[in-house]
């Protein structure tokens, strides 16, 4: 069984388009959160929901919009797609927000975005 | 500004060797570094962690060594395996942090035959 599953794997598109990221934890964990790691390998988390709820906008521009319709979805939706877009979105999720205590983050595969 | 740096960037380490991540960061606050460990085509994956209160944390062949006073850490991979060959990450997390970490950004292994 997979614990963190994002769909599609590889999706190529044209600038200015429209496309969604979906990702789904099995894990049962409160928090999700989406990362870009771009061709440096470089990763940098984008955002962070904790049951639905908005808890970490790390300065992405307004483009990009989560939606979590349950603590165990949350989907990216990428509007107006640019070339600076090319990147792997992971999605990850943990266990126990805030109980100020560490909690291992469990990524999905990756989704390979390339914009043309 | 890069919070938690770290180096070499690549490393080509000969079957047998050790190999040696090196990683500094500068919130005094962070007080959680765990080690990621990525295959190519997949997601990062814990491979061990370290409070500051440690100075050493060893799992199997893998060892972290801490230092807080020069707020320093390093992964220390022995008898290196090709099937080591991977991007390490080191990161960061203070709680309160709204579960958020900082990651460093990557060191390529090659482990060689």
């Known amino acids: 069984d997979t614990a963190v599953s994002q769909t599609p794997k590889y999706l190529v598109t044209q600038m200015g388009n429209d496309k969604s990221i979906k990702c789904e934890q099995n894990?049962?964990?409160?928090?999700m959160y989406w990362y870009k790691q771009d061709s440096k390998k470089f990763l940098k988390i984008m955002f962070s929901y904790n049951n639905k709820e908005l808890i970490i906008n790390e300065t992405v521009p307004n483009r990009f919009s989560p939606k979590s319709p349950d603590k165990a979805h949350l989907n990216l939706h990428i509007n107006s797609l640019e070339l600076g877009d090319s990147a792997v979105y992971f999605c990850?999720?943990?266990?126990?927000?805030?109980?100020?205590?560490?909690?291992?983050?469990?990524f999905g595969p990756g989704t390979r975005l390339t914009v043309l | 500004q890069q919070q938690v740096k770290q180096s070499p960037q690549s490393l080509i380490v000969q079957k047998g060797g050790i190999s040696i991540i090196n990683c500094a960061y500068e919130?005094?606050?962070?007080?959680?570094f765990p080690w990621y460990q990525q295959f190519p085509g997949k997601g990062p994956a814990l491979l061990i962690a370290?409070?500051?209160?440690?100075s050493e944390k060893k799992e199997g062949r893998f060892t972290i060594s801490f230092n807080k006073s020069a707020k320093q850490f390093s992964l220390h991979i022995m008898d290196s395996q090709p099937g080591d060959s991977a991007t390490y990450f080191c990161a960061a997390y203070h709680s309160g942090g709204y579960q958020k970490v900082t990651f460093g950004i990557g060191t390529k292994l090659q482990v060689i035959p």
């Open positions: 919130n005094t606050a962070f007080d959680y």
């Open positions: 990850a999720s943990s266990q126990d927000f805030g109980t100020h205590s560490y909690n291992e983050q469990f």
């Open positions: 894990l049962g964990h409160d928090t």
């Open positions: 370290i409070r500051p209160d440690v």
